[in-house]
């Protein structure tokens, strides 16, 4: 175990240490009881016999006191005493009585001296203990002041720890509930990504789906068209026999009349191009303005119409991509039919496809040259794009 590691733990040794120093000293001061010297105390003087004065002897101290520090006023009586002893040996005047009486004397004296050492003796004990008292408060105030000092500092670092640890606390809160944010954020993103993608090939279906149903619808109008066409040819030939027969029973009263259509039928076949027609043929729409602004008007119309009926799924089909151009001519009689359609292009179903929507074409009113109908030859470029 360690010891004497903090500030407060070696400030309470210090102090500690300081106490037990004071109450040794004051043992040492205050610890024996005083004792009172035994009357002999003091210089022991042996006068001898009067005789032996007589013989003018000098005297001679039998016993000394042993006390080992006399005081200067004890050494001071001593000395004194011994010159009054010397000077009566001398004089040898004194008596029995009078050095009794001078004893006695000298024996008060040193009692009052020794009241007097006592009395200082107690005073300086009394200051040594009121010292005493006055440092071991002075050190237990000041032990209280630095343990209250060293409580006050372990409170502020035990508050700031716990204000620390709070804020770690709340950082990781935070942090946990940034990410818990994220992770929602993401989910919410990924589930909306995989609407969108399901929304998109959804629609990608659904397009496919009304490609194929428009592709499934132009195929059964082609046909309905062809099978109406075929179906108006059987009836138009077989209108054709019957008026045959009526029309060779009549044939003698018409044949002025024939020979007149025939010979303006004949002019009538003349085939000009569109380009140097004087009167172009009238699409439906187009019959105002110019004979410059008819052709364009024409030309802008045929266009849209086969654009719109072509069937532009057919050259994904073909395995086609990008714009496929092909050419279109064909001629409008001069009843306004169109006739003679030829059509060239990358492709033979293509090409067929063409040939489809140009028979589609309305009449039209045929176009006139030196003022009468004729045939007209047109040709476009058609540019059709893979749906």
Do not use: W
């Amino acid at each position: 175990m360690k010891y004497l590691q903090t500030k407060h733990e070696q400030n309470s040794a210090k102090i500690t240490t300081l106490i037990v120093v004071i109450v040794v000293l004051l043992c040492f001061v205050v610890g024996q009881d005083y004792q009172e010297l035994p009357e002999e105390y003091g210089v022991e003087m042996n006068f001898g016999d009067v005789s032996t004065i007589n013989d003018n002897t000098e005297p001679s101290a039998s016993k000394s006191i042993e006390e080992p520090e006399p005081s200067e006023e004890e050494v001071l009586e001593e000395e004194i005493a011994e010159e009054e002893v010397q000077d009566e040996a001398i004089e040898e005047e004194v008596n029995e009585e009078e050095i009794a009486e001078a004893a006695e004397k000298l024996k008060q004296e040193e009692a009052l001296e020794k009241q007097k050492a006592d009395e200082a003796e107690a005073a300086e004990k009394a200051e040594a203990e009121a010292a005493a008292e006055e440092a071991a408060k002075v050190a237990a105030e000041k032990l209280l002041a630095q343990q209250e000092e060293e409580a006050l500092k372990i409170k502020n670092e035990k508050e700031a720890k716990e204000a620390k640890e709070a804020k770690v606390a709340k950082e990781a809160k935070e942090k946990s509930e940034k990410q818990k944010k994220d992770a929602l954020e993401a989910k919410k993103a990924k589930e909306a990504k995989e609407a969108a993608k399901a929304k998109a090939d959804k629609a990608a279906k659904d397009a496919k789906a009304k490609a194929d149903a428009v592709k499934k619808a132009k195929a059964q109008k082609a046909a309905a068209d062809k099978a109406a066409k075929a179906k108006s040819d059987a009836a138009a030939a077989k209108a054709k026999a019957a008026n045959a027969a009526r029309d060779k029973a009549a044939a003698k009263a018409a044949s002025d009349k024939a020979a007149a259509a025939a010979k303006k039928k004949s002019e009538g076949n003349k085939t000009v191009r569109f380009d140097l027609i004087e009167n172009s043929p009238v699409y439906p729409g187009c019959g105002s303005g110019s004979n410059e602004a008819k052709k364009k008007c024409m030309n802008d119309k045929v266009r849209q119409f086969l654009s719109k009926n072509f069937n532009t799924i057919l050259i994904s089909d073909l395995g086609l991509t990008g714009l496929q151009k092909i050419s279109i001519r064909f001629t409008i009689d001069a009843s306004g039919n169109i006739i003679g359609i030829r059509t060239k292009g990358p492709d033979p179903k293509l090409e067929a496809e063409a040939k489809r929507v140009t028979k589609l074409l309305p009449k039209m009113k045929p176009g006139m040259q030196q003022g009468r109908p004729v045939s007209v030859t047109f040709n476009l470029p058609l540019s059709i794009k893979a749906n």
